[in-house]
RNA sequence: GCGUCCUUAGCUCAGUUGGUAGAGCAACGCAUUUACACUGCGAAGGUCGGGGGUUCGAGUCCCUCAGGACGCACCA
């Protein structure tokens, strides 16, 4: 028996030396498996990417969740033979990269991203995003990822660039992509454009207020945005709504806090009789609904009284206030005038940008949209068809169907998506321009900057590029062997977070360009939370770090401890205790496999079996069948959970105990059985358990005389 | 407002297609130079949120009520 067993087991001698025999074995990469002999050249595939990890610092224990399922999905189906891909990345992440390093610049020199200009401030976030992503590299190593890194992909490096320039004129010529005037998502303190899934609303209490906007008009007009009523152009009242019908269609011109105003009434059925005084002003270049509103009755667009820093714009007294103030100042006015009405508290859900946490100012402005409500050419089906259509016709399965539900009542309200940003990390807008004339994909040949075209000044939202992931990981637009081979892939796997960020557009942005589905199955995985349940934070000190973790436990117990019992969509909660626990576990394989090879040295594998022991080896078989079939249904918390106790309470307890006086007996032929039972057990043992805790499993199975793979991480799996 | 999920042992959660309730942790009793930086054995603990229905049979399906979490939404 190897010496190494007379100590109890250490993860952190163990760990970083089998990842880096993995690594060098070239066995995370298919091509070598094949070539090696491990798998079959006409092996059936298994294909996944890896949800690609932003490059804006270091990973936390969500992506330790996820790397513990999707690296175990991947080592069984390795196992069995399958021919299996799993492609690492990560995600240039745009808005956020920047955002970390433009306040880190102004902490640490006081400068903003246009005192830098965007050469040096592309520097310095490319500088950032290389060391994050060497960081990440190596959490995901250190977490026992079997990824195939000869095929690393970053969603802003060359192959991918051409990829989503593609896409673009694709989608652009398919007349799917528009650039369009209209209310955007803007947010004051990134000073750039955000889609509706970047919002996150913040419910707070607001001041509504009645008033009128002078004292000859006859209908009260209730907001609970004054500053904004200096931009008004006309008051909508519903169409049945009695008290208002004989003022329908009449004009009127007043003077709002200095500001001239010409308002017409106009009925439009959006509008709710029973809200405040059933009349709303309609500011048509600071709210949505009153942007529509006015385009209905063909009131003017033009006004606008607000800017991009969230400051007036009007002339007099209001001009360069904040819009915080602005307001207080019109209360005031209408108040002193004799105006006011009415001033009453109202719950309200204000508008927040998630990354900066600006108040979001809805302003006018020309942007690059995707159409999804326009029919695809050669499809017969509008983009949002194309998105619910592989999961209405079971294309798309997901794993916890209730995601189904989720998915589809998303898309029904779904809007056309905003994907341009006024930031500069990230791809930048593959249209130039030059007078009226305009070019998207390519620039145009030649010295196009001589020629007198420009570019767009716009990058895309990173949930582009993001999208294209599936394919553009594969060499796409290339026609590589790799594409043909691997999609498309057979799972997703990420946070139920980004199913519409993330997971939607890939559905719609593979069935536009390839005409296929991205993947064939989802599986979400839910938060992780601290031991008390809640969210962990920063600003709570209650994060954990999956490397700390690992250094204290080992990624084995991490690994255990976020796979047990954690069903896929429901949050978890996570301690310190119940990681050790499967510390612990470790220390017991390390153990029973000590007890083992010291009991069987010079056994006989091909001793016949007792009837007893042919008993113990079916129970195992009817584990090892249970288990697969779960893990092939992705229950794998509940295959984790079985091996945990089958090793533990089964093997351990009872049939080593059992087993003590027969190897000390007289009874040649029982102790000659025994020993090969229990060479057999643990062998199938640890390879069922190899796709859970691959650390540990791998450094026993090097020692075993059962050994029948260069690694365990080839070896065939126990089918029963 | 629309939608989704949750409510099972003190705590955290399982319970795959309906067949007389399970795990981990905690707590209790006992054992222990044992393969085990500990571990083993044993006992205890639940009217499966309330009510109703379908069924030979419901934690599991349907309805309803209550509490909680979350998602979406242009209520000015």
Redesign the pocket.
């Known amino acids: 028996m190897d010496e190494k067993?007379l100590?109890?087991?250490?993860p952190n001698e163990t760990e970083g030396r089998i990842y880096e025999a993995w690594e060098k074995s070239g066995l995370f990469n298919p091509d070598t498996c094949i070539a090696e002999g491990v798998t079959k050249d006409d092996a059936l595939t298994f294909s996944m990417v890896l949800p690609p990890p932003n490059v804006t610092g270091r990973l936390h224990m969500g992506h330790a969740l996820m790397l513990a399922i999707e690296d175990a999905i991947i080592r069984f189906k390795r196992m069995r033979g399958f021919r299996t891909l799993w492609i690492p990345g990560t995600d240039h992440a745009a808005i956020a990269t920047q955002s970390v390093v433009e306040k880190q610049v102004k902490k640490e020199e006081g400068l903003s991203r246009h005192d830098l200009g965007r050469e040096e401030l592309m520097k310095r976030v490319q500088a950032f995003a290389a060391e994050s992503h060497d960081t990440i590299i190596g959490q995901l190593k250190t977490m026992g990822a079997s990824l195939d890194w000869s095929r690393e992909a970053f969603t802003l490096d060359e192959t991918r660039s051409r990829a989503v320039r593609t896409v673009f004129k694709k989608m652009y010529d398919a007349g799917l992509i528009y650039r369009g005037l209209r209310i955007v998502n803007w947010d004051p303190k990134g000073q750039t454009t955000i889609s509706?899934?970047e919002?996150?609303?913040e419910?707070r209490t607001?001041k509504?207020y009645t008033f009128r906007y002078s004292k000859d008009f006859p209908i009260p007009?209730?907001?609970?945005?004054p500053e904004?009523k200096v931009g008004d152009v006309g008051v909508?009242v519903?169409p049945d709504d009695a008290r208002y019908k004989e003022y329908v269609g009449k004009e009127y011109d007043v003077v709002f806090c200095d500001v001239p105003l010409h308002i017409k009434v106009v009925a439009d059925k959006?509008?709710?009789?029973?809200?405040?005084?059933?009349?709303?002003?309609i500011?048509p270049a600071h709210?949505?609904?009153?942007w529509?509103i006015a385009d209905r009755h063909e009131l003017s667009h033009e006004v606008i009284v607000i800017n991009e820093y969230a400051k007036m714009t009007v002339p007099g007294r209001l001009e360069g206030k904040k819009v915080t103030e602005a307001r207080e100042e019109i209360v005031e006015w209408l108040k002193s005038e004799g105006l006011l009405e009415k001033e009453e508290e109202?719950?309200?859900?204000?508008?927040t940008a998630e990354r900066t946490g600006g108040i979001i100012e809805p302003l006018p402005k020309l942007q690059w949209w995707i159409d999804v409500n326009k029919e695809v050419p050669g499809r017969g089906m509008t983009l949002k068809e194309l998105m619910l259509d592989p999961v209405k016709t079971g294309a798309i399965t997901f794993v916890?169907?209730?995601?189904e539900?989720?998915y589809?009542?998303?898309i029904?309200?779904?809007?056309d998506w905003c994907i341009s940003r006024q930031i500069w990390y990230g791809h930048r807008i593959p249209v130039w321009y030059r007078g009226e004339e305009a070019v998207a994909g390519e620039a145009p040949a030649g010295d196009w900057a001589k020629d007198g075209w420009t570019q767009d000044e716009d990058t895309l939202d990173t949930w582009f590029s993001a999208g294209i992931w599936t394919f553009s990981t594969l060499g796409w637009p290339e026609s590589t062997k790799d594409l043909a081979t691997y999609h498309p892939t057979d799972l997703i796997e990420t946070g139920?977070?980004i199913?519409?960020f993330w997971v939607a557009r890939m559905i719609l942005m593979t069935e536009f360009t390839l005409g296929q589905v991205p993947f064939k199955t989802v599986y979400l995985h839910g938060l992780v939370?601290d031991?008390?349940?809640r969210?962990m934070s920063k600003s709570l000190g209650n994060n954990m770090d999956p490397l700390d973790v690992a250094a204290k436990f080992g990624a084995d117990a991490a690994r255990m401890a976020l796979v047990?019992?954690?069903?896929p969509?429901?949050?978890?909660?996570i301690s310190e205790?119940?990681i050790?626990?499967y510390?612990?576990?470790a220390?017991?394989l390390?153990?029973?496999?000590?007890?083992i090879l010291?009991?069987t040295q010079g056994a006989d594998l091909a001793a016949p079996l007792s009837e007893q022991d042919q008993a113990h080896l079916a129970t195992l078989d009817d584990i090892a069948k249970?288990v697969t079939?779960?893990i092939e249904?992705y229950?794998i918390?509940?295959a984790a959970?079985k091996l945990?106790?089958y090793v533990?309470?089964e093997?351990?307890?009872?049939i080593?105990?059992e087993s003590?006086p027969i190897i000390q007996g007289d009874d040649a032929a029982a102790k000659a059985s025994r020993q090969a039972l229990l060479l057999t057990l643990l062998d199938r043992s640890l390879k069922l358990l190899h796709p859970f805790m691959p650390f540990v499993t791998e450094e026993i199975y090097q020692s075993m005389p059962t050994k029948d793979a260069s690694f365990l991480m080839v070896a065939k799996w126990p089918e029963a």
């Open positions: 067993f100590k109890p087991y250490n509706d899934d919002i996150v609303y419910e607001a509504l007009v209730a907001t609970t945005r904004t909508a519903h959006d509008v709710d009789p029973a809200f405040g005084t059933g009349a709303v002003g500011t709210s949505k609904i009153d529509e109202t719950p309200q859900q204000v508008a916890s169907e209730h995601f539900k989720v589809v009542h998303w029904e309200n779904l809007r139920y977070d199913l519409f939370r031991a008390q349940g969210k047990v019992g954690n069903t969509g429901t949050d978890m909660r205790d119940k050790k626990g510390k612990l576990f220390n017991k390390w153990n029973i496999s000590r007890f010291e009991n249970d079939a779960d249904a229950r918390y509940l959970e945990y106790h533990w309470h093997l351990a307890d009872k080593l105990e003590k």
